[in-house]
Protein backbone atom coordinates (compact mmCIF):
# COMPACT_ATOMS: atom_id res chain seq x y z
CA UNK A 1 0.00 0.00 0.00
CA UNK A 2 1.29 3.50 -0.97
CA UNK A 3 1.67 6.07 1.57
CA UNK A 4 0.09 9.08 1.02
CA UNK A 5 2.02 12.46 1.53
CA UNK A 6 -0.56 13.22 4.49
CA UNK A 7 0.37 9.70 6.10
CA UNK A 8 4.39 10.41 5.47
CA UNK A 9 4.20 13.60 6.80
CA UNK A 10 2.04 12.17 9.99
CA UNK A 11 4.46 10.15 10.32
CA UNK A 12 7.11 12.49 10.31
CA UNK A 13 5.21 14.80 13.02
CA UNK A 14 5.37 11.73 15.12
CA UNK A 15 8.65 11.05 15.11
CA UNK A 16 9.57 14.53 15.56
CA UNK A 17 7.58 14.56 18.91
CA UNK A 18 9.08 11.31 19.76
CA UNK A 19 12.46 12.61 19.59
CA UNK A 20 11.74 15.89 21.61
CA UNK A 21 9.65 13.92 24.57
CA UNK A 22 13.25 12.18 24.36
CA UNK A 23 15.28 15.21 24.61
CA UNK A 24 13.38 16.41 27.26
CA UNK A 25 13.72 13.42 29.92
CA UNK A 26 17.21 13.61 29.14
CA UNK A 27 17.61 17.01 29.94
CA UNK A 28 15.69 16.51 33.01
CA UNK A 29 18.44 13.18 33.66
CA UNK A 30 21.45 15.45 33.16
CA UNK A 31 20.49 17.85 35.37
CA UNK A 32 19.78 15.72 38.31
CA UNK A 33 22.55 13.70 37.36
CA UNK A 34 24.86 16.87 38.18
CA UNK A 35 23.08 17.46 41.19
CA UNK A 36 24.57 14.77 42.61
CA UNK A 37 28.01 16.48 42.61
CA UNK A 38 27.21 19.23 45.41
CA UNK A 39 25.14 16.39 47.21
CA UNK A 40 28.24 14.05 47.94
CA UNK A 41 31.16 16.87 47.35
CA UNK A 42 29.63 19.39 49.31
CA UNK A 43 32.42 19.96 51.34
CA UNK A 44 35.03 19.93 48.74
CA UNK A 45 36.26 23.28 47.05
CA UNK A 46 34.05 24.75 44.09
CA UNK A 47 37.09 24.10 41.45
CA UNK A 48 36.99 20.35 42.76
CA UNK A 49 33.29 20.48 41.87
CA UNK A 50 33.19 22.03 38.62
CA UNK A 51 35.89 19.64 37.79
CA UNK A 52 33.96 16.76 38.79
CA UNK A 53 30.83 18.07 36.90
CA UNK A 54 32.76 18.32 33.82
CA UNK A 55 33.82 14.65 34.04
CA UNK A 56 30.69 13.45 35.10
CA UNK A 57 28.77 15.67 32.06
CA UNK A 58 30.69 13.44 29.37
CA UNK A 59 30.46 10.39 30.93
CA UNK A 60 26.58 10.90 31.33
CA UNK A 61 26.25 12.40 27.86
CA UNK A 62 28.40 9.55 25.84
CA UNK A 63 27.43 6.76 27.81
CA UNK A 64 23.95 7.81 27.73
CA UNK A 65 23.21 8.71 24.20
CA UNK A 66 25.18 5.16 23.75
CA UNK A 67 22.71 3.36 25.55
CA UNK A 68 19.72 5.73 24.00
CA UNK A 69 20.82 4.78 20.69
CA UNK A 70 22.17 1.36 21.08
CA UNK A 71 19.94 -0.72 23.60
CA UNK A 72 17.06 1.63 23.31
CA UNK A 73 17.06 2.57 19.84
CA UNK A 74 15.46 5.55 20.70
CA UNK A 75 17.00 9.13 18.85
CA UNK A 76 16.71 12.63 20.22
CA UNK A 77 16.71 16.16 19.15
CA UNK A 78 19.85 18.28 19.72
CA UNK A 79 17.71 21.57 18.79
CA UNK A 80 14.67 20.54 21.27
CA UNK A 81 17.60 19.31 23.74
CA UNK A 82 18.97 22.82 23.69
CA UNK A 83 15.35 24.20 24.13
CA UNK A 84 14.23 22.12 26.85
CA UNK A 85 17.80 23.06 29.26
CA UNK A 86 16.98 26.83 28.46
CA UNK A 87 13.48 26.43 29.47
CA UNK A 88 14.69 24.13 32.89
CA UNK A 89 17.09 27.10 33.34
CA UNK A 90 14.38 29.05 33.45
CA UNK A 91 11.42 27.45 35.65
CA UNK A 92 14.04 26.69 38.18
CA UNK A 93 14.86 30.44 37.80
CA UNK A 94 11.31 31.41 38.56
CA UNK A 95 10.72 28.85 41.14
CA UNK A 96 13.35 29.64 43.68
CA UNK A 97 16.05 31.63 42.52
CA UNK A 98 14.15 35.01 41.35
CA UNK A 99 12.45 35.66 45.04
CA UNK A 100 16.39 36.48 45.97
CA UNK A 101 17.19 38.98 42.55
CA UNK A 102 16.52 42.59 42.07
CA UNK A 103 14.27 43.57 39.83
CA UNK A 104 16.55 45.06 37.51
CA UNK A 105 18.44 41.58 37.12
CA UNK A 106 15.06 39.86 37.00
CA UNK A 107 13.86 42.09 33.82
CA UNK A 108 17.46 41.46 32.51
CA UNK A 109 17.41 37.65 32.64
CA UNK A 110 13.93 37.41 31.38
CA UNK A 111 14.54 39.61 28.51
CA UNK A 112 17.08 37.09 27.68
CA UNK A 113 15.97 33.84 27.88
CA UNK A 114 13.16 35.57 25.38
CA UNK A 115 15.86 36.74 23.12
CA UNK A 116 17.14 33.09 23.04
CA UNK A 117 13.63 31.32 22.10
CA UNK A 118 13.36 33.74 19.17
CA UNK A 119 16.58 33.26 17.88
CA UNK A 120 16.65 29.64 17.98
CA UNK A 121 13.25 29.56 16.43
CA UNK A 122 15.03 31.89 13.76
CA UNK A 123 18.57 29.80 13.38
CA UNK A 124 16.35 26.45 12.91
CA UNK A 125 14.20 28.37 10.21
CA UNK A 126 16.91 30.16 8.06
CA UNK A 127 17.86 29.57 4.96
CA UNK A 128 21.99 29.03 5.34
CA UNK A 129 21.99 29.74 1.23
CA UNK A 130 21.32 26.64 -0.05
CA UNK A 131 22.26 26.41 -3.73
CA UNK A 132 19.51 25.59 -6.14
CA UNK A 133 19.52 24.17 -9.96
CA UNK A 134 18.10 25.72 -12.42
CA UNK A 135 16.51 29.39 -12.26
CA UNK A 136 16.55 31.49 -8.42
CA UNK A 137 12.76 30.31 -8.36
CA UNK A 138 13.34 26.65 -8.49
CA UNK A 139 13.38 25.13 -5.13
CA UNK A 140 15.20 22.17 -6.05
CA UNK A 141 18.77 21.51 -4.12
CA UNK A 142 21.09 21.04 -6.16
CA UNK A 143 21.91 17.23 -6.15
CA UNK A 144 23.58 16.36 -9.52
CA UNK A 145 26.59 13.69 -8.59
CA UNK A 146 26.12 13.91 -4.90
CA UNK A 147 27.70 9.90 -5.15
CA UNK A 148 30.53 11.27 -6.44
CA UNK A 149 31.00 13.38 -3.67
CA UNK A 150 29.98 10.87 -1.08
CA UNK A 151 32.13 7.83 -2.90
CA UNK A 152 35.49 9.83 -3.68
CA UNK A 153 35.69 12.68 -1.83
CA UNK A 154 35.90 15.29 -4.29
CA UNK A 155 35.05 18.90 -4.98
CA UNK A 156 32.81 19.40 -8.09
CA UNK A 157 32.60 22.22 -10.50
CA UNK A 158 29.07 24.39 -9.75
CA UNK A 159 26.84 25.68 -12.58
CA UNK A 160 28.09 28.92 -14.09
CA UNK A 161 25.14 30.26 -12.51
CA UNK A 162 25.74 29.98 -9.38
CA UNK A 163 29.36 31.17 -9.13
CA UNK A 164 30.05 34.91 -8.45
CA UNK A 165 33.33 37.03 -9.51
CA UNK A 166 35.68 37.73 -6.09
CA UNK A 167 36.61 36.66 -3.02
CA UNK A 168 33.16 37.02 -1.67
CA UNK A 169 30.57 33.93 0.00
CA UNK A 170 28.96 33.50 -2.70
CA UNK A 171 31.65 32.01 -4.66
CA UNK A 172 32.66 29.64 -1.99
CA UNK A 173 29.95 27.25 -2.30
CA UNK A 174 30.59 23.79 -0.41
CA UNK A 175 29.17 20.26 -0.22
CA UNK A 176 27.36 19.75 3.44
CA UNK A 177 26.88 16.21 3.61
CA UNK A 178 24.68 15.88 6.50
CA UNK A 179 22.26 17.93 4.24
CA UNK A 180 23.13 16.42 1.46
CA UNK A 181 23.15 19.96 -0.11
CA UNK A 182 25.44 22.81 -1.46
CA UNK A 183 25.64 25.73 0.77
CA UNK A 184 27.35 29.31 -0.34
CA UNK A 185 29.76 30.45 2.21
CA UNK A 186 29.33 26.62 4.46
CA UNK A 187 31.39 27.01 7.90
CA UNK A 188 29.99 23.87 9.59
CA UNK A 189 26.93 21.92 10.30
CA UNK A 190 26.04 23.05 13.59
CA UNK A 191 24.84 19.29 15.52
CA UNK A 192 23.62 21.54 18.22
CA UNK A 193 21.11 23.19 15.99
CA UNK A 194 20.92 20.87 13.18
CA UNK A 195 21.64 23.05 11.05
CA UNK A 196 24.08 24.27 8.35
CA UNK A 197 25.42 27.61 9.02
CA UNK A 198 26.22 29.61 5.62
CA UNK A 199 26.40 32.40 4.34
CA UNK A 200 22.34 33.55 5.03
CA UNK A 201 22.93 32.77 8.58
CA UNK A 202 26.23 33.05 9.56
CA UNK A 203 25.34 36.76 11.30
CA UNK A 204 22.51 35.43 13.14
CA UNK A 205 24.47 32.12 14.41
CA UNK A 206 27.04 34.87 16.16
CA UNK A 207 24.39 36.67 17.60
CA UNK A 208 22.83 33.95 18.80
CA UNK A 209 26.26 32.33 20.41
CA UNK A 210 26.21 36.27 21.95
CA UNK A 211 22.77 35.75 23.35
CA UNK A 212 23.70 32.86 24.88
CA UNK A 213 26.57 33.94 26.91
CA UNK A 214 24.66 37.10 27.87
CA UNK A 215 22.01 35.14 29.14
CA UNK A 216 24.56 32.65 31.35
CA UNK A 217 26.49 35.53 32.47
CA UNK A 218 23.70 37.16 33.79
CA UNK A 219 21.74 33.94 35.13
CA UNK A 220 25.47 33.35 37.01
CA UNK A 221 24.90 37.41 38.43
CA UNK A 222 21.06 36.34 39.46
CA UNK A 223 22.57 32.83 41.28
CA UNK A 224 25.08 35.13 43.12
CA UNK A 225 22.08 37.00 45.09
CA UNK A 226 20.52 33.63 45.52
CA UNK A 227 23.59 32.32 47.28
CA UNK A 228 24.31 35.69 48.82
CA UNK A 229 20.95 35.19 50.95
CA UNK A 230 21.15 31.64 51.33
CA UNK A 231 25.09 31.41 51.70
CA UNK A 232 24.62 28.02 50.01
CA UNK A 233 28.34 28.34 48.43
CA UNK A 234 29.63 29.35 52.12
CA UNK A 235 28.48 26.93 54.51
CA UNK A 236 28.21 23.62 53.31
CA UNK A 237 25.20 22.18 54.59
CA UNK A 238 24.95 18.54 56.01
CA UNK A 239 21.43 17.79 54.82
CA UNK A 240 21.43 20.09 51.57
CA UNK A 241 18.04 20.00 50.03
CA UNK A 242 16.98 19.23 46.14
CA UNK A 243 16.76 23.19 45.47
CA UNK A 244 19.84 24.03 46.69
CA UNK A 245 21.92 21.09 45.10
CA UNK A 246 20.11 21.95 41.81
CA UNK A 247 21.25 25.86 42.57
CA UNK A 248 24.84 24.64 42.98
CA UNK A 249 24.31 22.15 39.73
CA UNK A 250 22.81 24.41 37.58
CA UNK A 251 26.02 27.12 38.52
CA UNK A 252 28.44 24.36 37.43
CA UNK A 253 26.34 23.52 34.71
CA UNK A 254 26.22 27.60 33.45
CA UNK A 255 30.12 28.05 34.09
CA UNK A 256 30.82 24.55 31.90
CA UNK A 257 28.71 26.25 29.26
CA UNK A 258 30.40 29.65 29.13
CA UNK A 259 33.80 28.13 28.72
CA UNK A 260 33.50 26.51 25.66
CA UNK A 261 30.99 28.96 24.09
CA UNK A 262 33.80 31.92 25.11
CA UNK A 263 36.51 29.92 22.94
CA UNK A 264 33.56 28.91 20.31
CA UNK A 265 33.02 32.58 20.02
CA UNK A 266 36.88 33.81 20.05
CA UNK A 267 37.05 30.99 17.14
CA UNK A 268 34.59 32.39 15.10
CA UNK A 269 36.03 35.86 15.31
CA UNK A 270 39.17 35.19 14.22
CA UNK A 271 37.74 32.88 11.43
CA UNK A 272 36.06 36.51 10.46
CA UNK A 273 39.13 38.53 10.89
CA UNK A 274 41.04 36.27 8.79
CA UNK A 275 38.22 35.29 6.07
CA UNK A 276 38.38 31.92 5.86
CA UNK A 277 35.09 29.34 7.42
CA UNK A 278 35.52 26.36 9.74
CA UNK A 279 35.09 23.72 6.75
CA UNK A 280 37.88 25.40 4.73
CA UNK A 281 40.10 25.11 7.96
CA UNK A 282 39.34 21.75 8.49
CA UNK A 283 39.37 20.12 4.78
CA UNK A 284 41.58 22.72 3.12
CA UNK A 285 42.91 19.72 1.10
CA UNK A 286 39.81 19.02 -0.99
CA UNK A 287 40.19 22.81 -1.73
CA UNK A 288 42.43 23.46 -4.81
CA UNK A 289 42.63 27.40 -4.19
CA UNK A 290 44.02 26.79 -0.58
CA UNK A 291 46.92 24.89 -2.19
CA UNK A 292 50.65 26.33 -1.79
CA UNK A 293 52.05 24.12 -4.21
CA UNK A 294 56.05 24.50 -2.83
CA UNK A 295 58.60 23.24 -6.01
CA UNK A 296 60.95 20.17 -4.56
CA UNK A 297 64.20 21.38 -3.88
CA UNK A 298 67.77 19.67 -4.99
CA UNK A 299 67.52 16.84 -3.71
CA UNK A 300 63.36 16.40 -2.58
CA UNK A 301 61.04 14.32 -5.68
CA UNK A 302 58.08 15.40 -4.31
CA UNK A 303 56.75 18.74 -4.35
CA UNK A 304 54.69 20.26 -0.76
CA UNK A 305 51.87 21.21 -0.96
CA UNK A 306 50.91 23.51 1.91
CA UNK A 307 48.16 26.04 3.18
CA UNK A 308 47.43 29.21 1.81
CA UNK A 309 44.50 31.60 2.53
CA UNK A 310 43.34 32.97 -1.08
CA UNK A 311 40.66 35.11 0.86
CA UNK A 312 42.72 36.38 3.66
CA UNK A 313 42.10 40.49 3.96
CA UNK A 314 45.94 40.87 5.03
CA UNK A 315 46.29 40.09 8.86
CA UNK A 316 48.32 37.23 8.37
CA UNK A 317 50.01 37.61 5.30
CA UNK A 318 53.10 35.34 5.88
CA UNK A 319 52.33 31.55 5.07
CA UNK A 320 55.11 30.58 7.21
CA UNK A 321 53.63 32.21 10.11
CA UNK A 322 50.39 30.44 9.16
CA UNK A 323 51.15 27.61 9.05
CA UNK A 324 52.79 27.57 12.69
CA UNK A 325 49.48 28.94 14.00
CA UNK A 326 47.54 26.12 12.41
CA UNK A 327 49.98 23.33 14.11
Known amino acids: MVETQDQRKHLAQSKLIGRCIVSCIFVFLTQLVLSLVPRFFSASSFLTQLALSALLLLLFLGFG ?15 AFVFFNILFIWGFYVSVIRQAVPLLNDAVFSGEVVFLVIGLYSILTSDPGIVTNGSASSDQPLNSSVSQVDNHDEVLELPCHESTEGSGLGARVRYCRSCKAYIKGLDHHCPAFGK ?45 TLSENLAVSTILFT ?11 IWHIYCVCVNIRTDEWINWKKYPEFHLVVQPQPGQSVANIRF ?6 GILQNVEEFLALRA
Open 255 to 265: ILQLVWQVVFV
Open 65 to 79: GWCRRRLLQVRASAP
Open 308 to 313: RNPYDK
Open 196 to 240: CIGQNNHLLFLILLFGFISTEASYLVCTSFFAAKSGILDRPSMEP
